[in-house]
């Protein structure tokens, strides 16, 4: 019977985490408009993201969300103790760029 136990555990574990799982000290940030990174992206990598399913979610650093969000980071930053945090870009950075580059469009820079 222990053996099982920690199996169907785990196997519970799996089905309730979401498919990108939070990472300690990291925002969830929703992109409904991918235009709001045409100033840091080029056309193609914009066209790229169009052709996803919007919105798009990446996991940036809190600072770089209460940018981006414009929400508080003492807000993200309670939000991330309580269990996650999540906010909606309002508009676009270098460094969210960046993420969305290594996340979704799977590039190196």
Do not use: W
Not at 41 to 46: A, F, G, K
Not at 64 to 86: E, P, R, Y
């Amino acid at each position: 019977m222990r053996k099982i136990l920690p199996a169907a555990f785990a196997a519970c574990a799996f089905i309730a985490t979401p498919v990108s799982a939070q990472q300690a000290g990291l925002v969830n940030v929703e992109i409904g408009d991918v235009s709001i990174l045409n100033d840091f992206l080029n056309d193609t990598q914009i066209a790229a993201l169009n052709n996803l399913n919007v919105p798009i979610t990446v996991q940036v650093p809190i600072g770089v969300a209460a940018n981006v969000c414009d929400v508080s980071a003492n807000v993200l930053a309670q939000q991330a103790k309580n269990g996650g945090a999540t906010c909606t870009a309002e508009s676009g950075s270098q460094a969210l760029a960046q993420s969305v580059n290594r996340q979704m469009l799977k590039q190196k820079k």
